[in-house]
């Protein structure tokens, strides 16, 4: 617990203790211990950025890789702002 609340994400103390970071996290929640997030939720300028990075035709990982992030927290920002997301596999208008 020690090394949670000192700031070690739920990978890195799997690593350290040789178990799956979801043994850690079971382990840490048994104990009582709020799980906070691996990965940073955007901010609203963030989120301004992921929807004119993904208007100009990125998907959803490349504007995730840019702004540090999963797919998925970009997906769901997109959502809540009302973006509609391209089909899967889409590379962007024919000539």
Same mark, same amino acid.
């Given at each position: 617990? %020690?090394?949670? %609340? #000192?700031?070690?994400?739920? #990978? %890195?103390? !799997?690593?350290?203790? !040789?178990?799956?970071?979801?043994? %850690?996290?079971a382990h840490l929640e048994r104990a009582g211990v709020e799980i906070r997030s691996e990965l940073p939720a955007l901010d609203e300028r963030q989120v301004g950025e992921a929807v004119a990075l993904y208007a100009t035709g990125l998907g959803l990982k490349p504007v995730a890789t840019k702004l540090g992030v999963s797919a998925n927290t970009v997906k769901r920002a997109l959502l809540a702002? !009302?973006?509609?997301?391209?089909?899967? !596999?889409?590379?962007?208008?024919?000539?």
């Open positions: 617990m %020690a090394d949670y %609340a #000192t700031g070690r994400c739920l #990978t %890195a103390l !799997g690593e350290k203790y !040789g178990i799956h970071r979801q043994t %850690a996290k702002r !009302g973006v509609r997301l391209k089909p899967r !596999g889409y590379s962007g208008p024919r000539p």
